[in-house]
Antibody, heavy 118, light 110 residues
Framework: EVQLVESGGGLVQPGGSLRLSCAVF????????MSWVRQAPGKGLEWVSG????????YYADSVKGRFTISRDNSKNTLYLQMNSLRAEDTAVYYC???????????WGQGTLVTVSS | QSVLTQPPSASGTPGQRVTISCSGS????????VNWYQQLPGTAPKLLIY???QRPSGVPDRFSGSKSGTSASLAISGLQAEDEADYYC???????????FGIGTKVTVL
């Protein structure tokens, strides 16, 4: 059974950093692209970042470029999102998602809440 | 504001057919496939339609997708109470080098 389990969310002050993790189970992790998608309270979905199966190619939304870094450890079946210089507008539930091929996000985690506030 | 335009809401009575539109441009829908996601209240999104019209295993055939040019649509036939949810279209955008979502359409079953 495919499972994605996010962790690492919490309360952080503006300007602070946080690293999210997404542990995956039930599929060959290295064979699939992965993405992070966030949802601010009461708002819609916003894609944050994506990476290929090898981790060799990464993409970012303009809103996080230069502040966030996506990475993966295929030996640990884990996806990461390093978030630096956090702003209030980064407050959201962050989901990790597995891609069927590239952009078809066919499995999602339960999400982890990140709150940026002083 | 999103590069993909969806109506904020749609509604219908049980058994009716509801259609949700998604309008984009040549850099996203015009040159890439469209995916649709369903998000029930308080839950993570679920892939409903991929590659314009393909249904993942387990998705009822009441849900169908189509694409023409720079627009796409999702149709729900035989609307059921359990279909009350937010629906998002999404596509890769070659100009932004990013995956873009529509604002979402809240479907209400009257």
């Amino acid at each position: 059974e495919v499972q994605l389990v996010e962790s690492g969310g919490g309360l952080v002050q503006p300007g602070g950093s946080l690293r999210l993790s997404c542990a995956v189970f039930g599929f060959t992790f290295s064979s699939h692209a992965m993405s992070w998608v966030r949802q601010a309270p009461g708002k819609g979905l916003e894609w944050v970042s994506g990476t290929t199966g090898s981790g060799g190619t990464t993409y970012y939304a303009d809103s996080v470029k230069g502040r966030f870094t996506i990475s993966r450890d295929n030996s640990k079946n884990t996806l990461y999102l390093q978030m630096n210089s956090l702003r209030a507008e980064d407050t959201a539930v962050y989901y990790c998602a597995k891609a069927l091929l590239w952009s078809e996000l066919d499995y999602w985690g339960q999400g982890t809440l990140v709150t940026v506030s002083s | 504001q999103s590069v993909l335009t969806q109506p904020p809401s749609a509604s219908g009575t049980p058994g009716q057919r509801v259609t949700i539109s998604c309008s984009g441009s040549s850099s996203n829908i015009g040159s890439n496939t469209v995916n649709w996601y369903q998000q029930l209240p308080g839950t993570a999104p679920k892939l409903l339609i991929y590659s314009n019209y393909q249904r993942p295993s387990g998705v009822p055939d009441r849900f169908s997708g189509s694409k023409s040019g720079t627009s796409a649509s999702l149709a729900i036939s035989g609307l059921q109470a359990e279909d009350e949810a937010d629906y998002y279209c999404a596509a890769w955008d070659d100009s932004l080098n990013a995956y873009v979502f529509g604002i979402g359409t809240k479907v209400t079953v009257l």
